[in-house]
């Protein structure tokens, strides 16, 4: 099974890592990490590099395809041969996924037209803009296509995809092997339920980055 992750420069490091600590998991997985060019790609602080051992030119196919987010997706919204490789490797695929903002590359790239879908809250209203229906679920299935809110959330959706493709015994093994049990010190995790001077803080720190 061939699990393609697409990196780009400005990535969130956990989007792409939580799905992966559990998909790589999966039974016969062979997980490709991708970008424009092959090397390291620095992740949104500029501390962290993830490799792409492929260059988007070599990899036109895939069975799961997940696209991570970050605040560099919002410049990617735009870019022709980004896009362009989304959609071929979506029409080989078995699964097309995301995970945070990459749901908006997903969107741009057609994927999500008339679509339920979901994405980091910040960003979520602007899903209507390419036809999508946003909704605050966590995990967003729409036949093929999953897609998983902000950051964290993609390790649920890839235990989603485990359950789907390798059946919820299966799943909940991977789940007990990665110790995934959250229990978080504060209930502050939704914007739903995060305090309003949180809230502010968090504008505030993002002030600028996007």
Known sequence: MDITFLLFEGITALDAVGPY????????????????EVGPIRTDNGFLALV???????????????VPGGFATRALED?????????TVDA??????????????????GLLDGKEAT??????????????IPTGRRVVEQGKIVTAAGVSAGIDMGL???ARIAGDD????????IEYDPQPPFDA???????????ELLAAMYAGRV
Not at 52 to 66: C, E, G, P, Q
Not at 92 to 109: D, E, H, I, Q, R
Not at 119 to 132: I, K, M, N, T, V
Request: one cysteine or more; aromatic letters at 6%.
């Open 160 to 162: 989603t995809l485990t």
């Open 189 to 199: 995790g939704s914007v739903h339920k995060a305090p309003k001077e949180t809230v």
């Open 21 to 36: 600590e559990v998909l790589q998991r999966l039974p016969e997985a062979n997980v490709r990490f991708v970008a424009k």
């Open 119 to 132: 994405s980091h809250w910040a960003s979520l209203h602007r899903l209507a803009e390419y036809g999508a």
């Open 170 to 177: 299966y799943a909940q093994a991977i789940q007990l092997g």
């Open 52 to 66: 792409a051992d492929h260059a988007l030119d070599d990899v036109t196919t895939a069975d799961v395809l997940v």
């Open 79 to 87: 870019d022709k041969d980004t896009l362009d490789w989304i959609k």
């Open 92 to 109: 080989s695929t078995t699964w097309t996924t995301s995970v945070c903002t990459g749901s908006m590359l997903l969107a741009a790239a």
